[in-house]
């Protein structure tokens, strides 16, 4: 039998921080042991190819609220994943908070502001059409489908401060606010994550100035892939989560 996942504990390990040495551990051993539950089957979820680049792993969605595990590895992501239809350049609707499992994961702020006259890009509302689509969140059995759409706001966008973590480094960004995550090339990392929706906020990216409304599905690993993908990241926070 699977074991439950603790929202609370993991919201108020991540709250501590670094602020206390046991927080970290305890996210640690949380992630370790989802990831045993996958990798040997016991935990029914299949790994989602996600349109910015990496692997998630679907933990659990309740409420407004859902945990997941990010896998930016293209030795695990087979096929090598795609590039962004729009930008990488994005902003959740939902506030959240992640612990760096390993690798190095680098959080690039952007500064978004309203520039009709000489824009860079255009803001697109992504709309999630299929049950279980919550960036943090699970899924059934159906693809999730964002429906990308144009809106009339025209932007022109520049880097902000840049945060970086490493092994049981913790950061958080509020919703709404426009980012990009940053993985050296060549490298690998994994990241566990707790996302809590607001009610009236909108999945927002950046794109071309021109660019059309399209559709995109976020295709679904299969089993084996999934049970592999766990079986990785187990491995390489082994010893850390002691």
């Known amino acids: 039998m699977r074991s439950p996942v603790d929202y609370r504990r993991i919201e108020q390990a991540m709250a501590r921080g670094t602020r206390d040495g046991s927080a970290a551990g305890e ?11 996958i ?4 935990r029914a979820l ?30 695990v992501a087979e096929p090598p994943p795609t590039r962004p239809t729009t930008s990488p350049v994005h902003a959740h609707s939902w506030d959240l908070a992640s612990c760096v499992l390993y690798g190095q994961v680098g959080n690039l702020r952007v500064r978004v502001r309203d520039d009709p006259e000489r824009p860079t890009h255009r803001l697109f ?4 059409t299929a049950p279980g689509t919550h960036p943090a969140g699970g899924m059934d059995d159906a ?13 022109s966008a520049a880097p902000g401060p840049e945060e970086t973590g490493v092994a ?8 709404g606010e426009f980012h990009t995550t940053v993985v050296p090339p060549g490298t690998a990392a994994a990241t566990l994550l707790l996302g809590r929706s607001l009610p009236g906020r909108r999945d927002l990216v950046l794109g071309p100035v021109h660019g059309p409304a399209h559709r995109v599905v976020r295709q679904t690993c299969d089993a084996a892939q999934t049970a592999r993908t ?13």
């Open 27 to 37: 996210l640690f051993a949380a992630a370790a042991t989802v990831l045993e539950e």
């Open 230 to 242: 766990a079986r990785t990241v187990l491995r390489r926070i082994d010893g850390h989560h002691c």
């Open 143 to 155: 693809p999730a489908v964002d429906e990308i759409r144009p809106t009339p706001r025209l932007v």
């Open 46 to 75: 299949r790994a989602v190819r996600h349109p910015l680049g990496f692997l998630c792993l679907p933990v659990r969605r309740e409420g407004d609220r859902g945990v997941c595990v990010h896998v930016f590895d293209d030795a």
């Open 168 to 175: 049981g480094g913790i950061y958080r960004l509020p919703a």
């Open 39 to 42: 990798a040997s089957g016991r």
């Open 125 to 128: 509302e992504v709309h999630s």
